[in-house]
Structure formats: C-alpha cells, structure tokens
C-alpha cells in the first residue's frame, strides 16, 4: 500500500481503536474558549452539525427519548468527538447523542476537537457505530464501499480498522449486490444478515424475501427455499439437506455473522467445542468485551 494511501496517515490512537481514542479524553484537561483545538470543550449545540456521510441512517425514537431523558437528569458524559467545518464544527463521532441533547434541550455539549481528514472522519464513524452496535448490515456494508471505492482501502485493511476479518467485510459487500426494496428490509431489521446472504444467490430475491418475512422464516429456512428454487430451475428434485450437520453449519454462518470473526463448531454426542478465530490483539480484545458484556 502507497505511503498516500489515507489509511496510512492515520493519527495516534486511531490504529488502536475507538476506544483508544476516546480515552484519551479523560486524559486531557479541559479548556475554555472556542479557538482551542485540543482538549474537552463545552460549545453550543448550535454550532454543532452532523457530516453528510455519517455511516448510520436509522436512529431509533425510543431510544433517541430514553437517551434525551438521561441527559436532561444527568447532562452529556461523553464528549461528542467533531472537527472544524466550515464556521462551525461537523460530528465525527456522537451524532446520536448530539440529536438526544437537542431534545433534551441542552444549550451547551462538550466535545473533543481533532483535525481529521475525510478518510479519518468516515473511519470513526464507522468504529463508533460498529462497537456499539448501531449499525445495520446495509449502513455497515455501504460505509465499506465508500472508504474502498473514494479512499482506496481493501478488504484486508478493512479488516484490520473494525478488528473483523476480511471475509466479514466481504461477506457484507455482497449484500449491496441485493435490490434495494430488499437491501431496505435489511436496513429496517425485517431481515437479518443471515437471511440476505442466503437471498443473495436466489434467483428471484424480492419475491423470496417477501415470503421469508410473512412466514416468518429462519436463516435455515430461507437457505432451503433458495436450494429448492435452484433445484426446480435445473429441473432436479428440491434438496433437501437434514439432520443435525446442517443445523451446525447454519449456527456457525449466524454467529460469525454476529461476531464478524470466523466460527467452527465441533458437536459431539457429550458436549461439544465453539472456537473463535482471531488475527489480531485487537480482534481478541474484541472478543473478551463482547463475553464480559463489557461496552466499550
């Protein structure tokens, strides 16, 4: 990779993660007045606007009120992370708690000001969300393409950024092959990542979506009714594939889908193994918060 390549100029903390780099902010002590660019702030939300390209879409009302109330009774904890714009200042990171705090109707956020590029910006975004969790398949997928496609990352360096394997990343490109009524069910929650991956070879994924959401059908389900599709294309009988081994194999898809790592299951009579794979520090760190239920 070239030495432009803008995954290459990415600043201290940022290579180790979001977490990184928001701990870094009760390592700085807080400054005053608005021309400063280091340290924690406290700015008008008004001078505050969300960037254009911010990787998540769909903010959920419930919680965007939950979220309002609990920074009306004990204000913002975490700083919004932003960057200068223009005569104000663009969300890099916390456009979610910046739109909670507007309800709430807080004057002033604190914030924690860094000049990042455009590659930088979309890069955090996407960490933020995906460590919380807060974005869908298609939001995550798309986000992928763009710092491909206008920043010239691969698969492999994207890996690496989001601590997940490349086939994850790969896997999730693949569903903007998918139309877009149903890369929407995708993005409303109506289908699972799951369910795309299997309708992406169907040979009719509209109709077959519609049907997998009405009947309400599993992952497995849908895989079954793709095969059969194919099967009654090729003029052969429907297969159908039983017993536990296949139950196996779709559970290994579903949580490596979740988890974003590859997931071998080893089933015996007695008891059994799940095993994890990892290939970094960063990836393995991600598996220990996720089973301690830590959030980062």
Request: proline share 5%; net charge neutral; glycine share 8%.
């Given at each position: 990779?070239?030495?432009?390549?803008?995954?290459?100029?990415?600043?201290?903390?940022?290579?180790?993660?979001?977490?990184?780099?928001?701990?870094e902010?009760?390592?700085?002590?807080?400054?005053?007045?608005?021309?400063?660019?280091?340290?924690?702030?406290?700015?008008?939300v008004?001078?505050?606007?969300?960037?254009?390209?911010?990787?998540?879409?769909?903010?959920?009302?419930?919680?965007?009120?939950?979220?309002?109330?609990?920074?009306?009774?004990?204000?913002?904890?975490?700083?919004?992370?932003?960057?200068?714009?223009?005569?104000?200042?663009?969300?890099?990171?916390g456009e979610?708690?910046?739109?909670?705090?507007?309800?709430?109707?807080?004057?002033?956020?604190?914030?924690?000001?860094?000049?990042?590029?455009?590659?930088?910006?979309?890069?955090?975004?996407?960490?933020?969300?995906?460590?919380?969790?807060?974005?869908?398949?298609?939001?995550?997928a798309?986000?992928?393409?763009?710092?491909?496609?206008?920043?010239?990352?691969?698969?492999?360096?994207?890996?690496?950024?989001?601590?997940k394997?490349?086939?994850?990343?790969?896997?999730?490109?693949?569903?903007?092959?998918?139309?877009?009524?149903?890369?929407?069910?995708?993005?409303?929650?109506?289908?699972?990542?799951?369910?795309?991956?299997?309708?992406i070879?169907?040979?009719?994924?509209?109709?077959?979506?519609?049907?997998?959401?009405?009947?309400?059908?599993?992952?497995?389900?849908?895989?079954?009714?793709?095969?059969?599709?194919?099967?009654?294309?090729?003029?052969?009988?429907?297969?159908?594939?039983?017993?536990?081994?296949?139950?196996?194999?779709?559970?290994?898809?579903?949580?490596?889908?979740?988890?974003?790592?590859?997931?071998?299951?080893?089933?015996?009579?007695?008891?059994?193994?799940?095993?994890?794979?990892?290939?970094?520090?960063?990836?393995?760190?991600?598996?220990?918060?996720?089973?301690?239920?830590?959030?980062?």
């Amino acid at each position: 990779m070239s030495e432009d390549n803008p995954i290459r100029k990415r600043p201290s903390g940022l290579g180790r993660g979001l977490s990184s780099l928001l701990g870094e902010v009760a390592q700085e002590a807080p400054l005053t007045g608005g021309s400063q660019r280091s340290g924690i702030q406290m700015l008008p939300v008004s001078s505050l606007s969300p960037h254009p390209h911010q990787p998540r879409r769909h903010f959920d009302e419930e919680a965007l009120a939950e979220l309002a109330e609990s920074i009306r009774s004990r204000g913002l904890i975490q700083p919004i992370v932003v960057r200068p714009h223009s005569d104000g200042y663009q969300i890099v990171a916390g456009e979610r708690r910046w739109r909670a705090a507007q309800r709430a109707r807080v004057h002033d956020v604190p914030v924690l000001i860094r000049d990042f590029n455009e590659a930088e910006t979309l890069e955090v975004a996407i960490l933020e969300n995906i460590q919380r969790q807060d974005l869908n398949a298609i939001e995550e997928a798309e986000a992928y393409k763009r710092l491909i496609e206008e920043y010239g990352h691969t698969q492999e360096a994207l890996g690496h950024l989001v601590h997940k394997s490349r086939s994850h990343v790969a896997n999730l490109l693949r569903l903007l092959d998918l139309p877009d009524r149903v890369r929407a069910y995708v993005a409303s929650g109506d289908l699972s990542m799951g369910h795309a991956r299997a309708l992406i070879s169907s040979a009719d994924p509209e109709a077959l979506a519609l049907e997998v959401i009405n009947r309400d059908l599993s992952v497995r389900d849908t895989e079954k009714l793709v095969r059969q599709g194919k099967a009654r294309k090729e003029r052969r009988a429907p297969l159908e594939v039983k017993g536990a081994h296949a139950d196996i194999e779709a559970l290994q898809r579903q949580l490596g889908d979740m988890l974003g790592l590859r997931v071998q299951i080893n089933h015996r009579p007695d008891g059994g193994t799940v095993s994890l794979a990892y290939s970094s520090l960063d990836q393995l760190d991600m598996i220990c918060q996720r089973l301690s239920g830590e959030r980062i």
